[in-house]
């Protein structure tokens, strides 16, 4: 069974850092690319970053260039979010989000269940 | 940026009817369009891929068609477990961008 388990969310201060982890399971995690998905609460949907299955490729939102870094350990089939300089409105649940193959031209065929991450003093 | 418009954003619907929910493109998408099904407090699920591909293990019940800037996702029998909201998302080039989404309830 395919499974992503988020972890590292919590309450931090603006201006602090926090990790994401994800641990995958279940597939071939070396072949896949991945995603982080975050939502505010009550809002949408918001797409953060991805990394190709080399982790050679790194596209981010706008909103989080610059500030959050995505990486990959394929010995560990380990995802990490790192995210500095946070701000209140990046208060959100934070999905690992497997890519059917790569991200674009594809889909996000498996989710985790998210890990929320709350910015406030 | 390529911003995707929903609609309806709600939608309001008894058992058995048919219910169509539109996602529109600000420019050419080709077909790599994705639906996802949102259920209250639990994360998305992917319904439907390249514009029109049903996920394996999705009820047929679930149908889409479309390419280029408009899209349409279709329940045929509208059924209890359906309520939640839907989601259209734009793979064909980054930032990758969700519609706003469509609350769909149950009459």
């Known amino acids: 069974e395919v499974q992503l388990l988020e972890s590292g969310g919590g309450l931090v201060q603006p201006g602090g850092s926090l990790r994401l982890s994800c641990a995958a399971s279940?597939?071939?995690?070396?072949?896949?690319?991945m995603s982080w998905v975050r939502q505010a609460p009550g809002k949408g949907l918001q797409w953060v970053s991805s990394?190709?299955?080399?982790?050679?490729?790194?596209p981010y939102a706008d909103a989080v260039k610059g500030r959050f870094t995505i990486s990959r350990d394929n010995s560990k089939n380990t995802l990490h979010l790192h995210m500095n300089s946070l701000r209140a409105e990046d208060t959100a649940v934070y999905y690992c989000?497997?890519?059917?193959?790569?991200?674009?031209?594809?889909?996000?065929?498996?989710w985790g269940q998210g890990t929320l991450v709350t910015v406030s003093s | 940026d390529i911003p995707l418009t929903q609609s309806p954003s709600f939608l309001s619907a008894s058992v058995g009817d048919r219910v169509t929910i539109t996602c529109r493109a600000s420019q050419d998408i080709s077909i790599y369009l994705a639906w996802y099904q949102q259920k209250p407090g639990k994360a998305p699920e992917v319904l439907i891929f390249g514009a029109s591909t049903l996920q394996s293990g999705v009820p047929s019940r679930f149908s889409a068609s479309g390419s280029g800037t408009e899209f349409t996702l279709t329940i045929s029998s509208l059924q209890p477990e359906d309520f939640g909201t839907y989601y259209c998302?734009?793979?064909?080039?980054?930032?990758?961008?969700f519609g706003g989404g469509t609350k769909v309830e149950i009459k």
């Open positions: 989000v497997k890519c059917g193959g790569t991200c674009q031209h594809s889909r996000f065929d498996v």
């Open positions: 279940g597939f071939t995690f070396s072949s896949n690319a």
């Open positions: 998302q734009q793979l064909n080039s980054y930032p990758l961008t």
């Open positions: 990394i190709s299955n080399t982790g050679e490729t790194t």
